[in-house]
């Protein structure tokens, strides 16, 4: 048997179950770990979901998502910190180790990117006292560069981490196979991070060919990407974090019922996440 200890299973996997449907679906099978969504959360009720994850004994390696922040209109934009730091304090709540920044692409009408990303920036600055004061790490998670303008404008293993250096105490890395397995640097990047820079390791691989390119990732094993290649990175710099597959996958996964898809997830990750010697 793999160790499965260190794995978890972010609950957009099994987009169509309850956050109680998901806790109890994952540790049944074995999972060690749910990933959870905010939606999902708020659904449950923060406390009652706390609760249910933590009778069911599973570790929560992160909250998703942040709030966009990449607002020009001030009050928006104060809003959206006010509203990150509820979210905090929910990540804090159900213990999950990092909330994943997903900031948001250009504002409105905006077509400076560098605004868009000094935007971020001083939007992290302002929630980093918050983030350390409840324990809860600001997770920077790049994004695939095709979702610059919409979605995320941190495209790059090797931006988020001179971020993190920058920022300091209280940031990392939310590292994910789909969006940077094609970036030439994200094996360097793995290195110079170093374990204490890199919070939670998302698994989901690139189909060819993708037939939708936010909602078509693939189960591990059915793409393209070397994911034992990672893995030998990773033990290379001595990362001892989670594992957390995670697909969003409209045209496959979530056409199934959820136990198939938490069944062939543990199947295709239990030999890579398993404990190495």
Not at 15 to 25: E, H, N, Q, T
Not at 159 to 178: F, N, R, S
Request: proline share 3%; glycine share 10%.
């Amino acid at each position: 048997m793999s160790d499965l200890s260190r794995f978890a299973i972010n609950q957009i996997t099994t987009r169509d179950w309850s956050l109680k449907a998901a806790v109890d679906g994952y540790a049944r099978q074995g999972a060690a770990g749910i990933g959870v969504w905010m939606d999902y959360l708020d659904a449950a009720g923060v406390n009652a979901g706390a609760r249910i994850i933590r009778e069911a004994g599973l570790f929560v390696p992160c909250l998703c998502t942040s709030a966009w922040v990449n607002l020009a209109e001030r009050s928006a934009f104060d809003a959206a910190i006010a509203e990150n730091r509820r979210r905090l304090d929910a990540a804090a709540e159900i213990g999950a180790s990092c909330l994943v920044v997903v900031p948001g692409g250009l504002a409105t009408g905006e077509r400076d990117l560098q605004a868009a990303r000094s935007r971020v920036e001083g939007a992290l600055e302002i929630l980093l006292d918050h983030a350390r004061s409840v324990g809860v790490a600001l997770g920077l998670e790049p994004l695939h560069p095709m979702y610059a303008a919409d979605r995320s404008c941190l495209s790059t293993f090797a931006h988020c981490l001179e971020l993190t250096k920058k920022l300091g105490e209280g940031t990392g890395i939310v590292a994910d196979t789909y969006h940077c397995w094609w970036d030439p640097f994200f094996a360097q990047g793995l290195r110079e991070a170093g374990s204490e820079h890199i919070l939670t390791f998302h698994l989901g691989d690139w189909l060819v060919p993708t037939r939708d390119v936010y909602q078509d990732r693939g189960m591990i094993g059915d793409g393209v990407i070397d994911f034992a290649f990672y893995r030998s990175v990773l033990d290379e710099i001595g990362y001892d974090g989670p594992f957390e597959i995670e697909l969003f996958s409209k045209l496959d996964w979530w056409t199934r019922d959820g136990a198939e898809t938490t069944r062939i997830s543990i199947e295709r990750c239990a030999p890579l996440v398993g404990a190495r010697k």
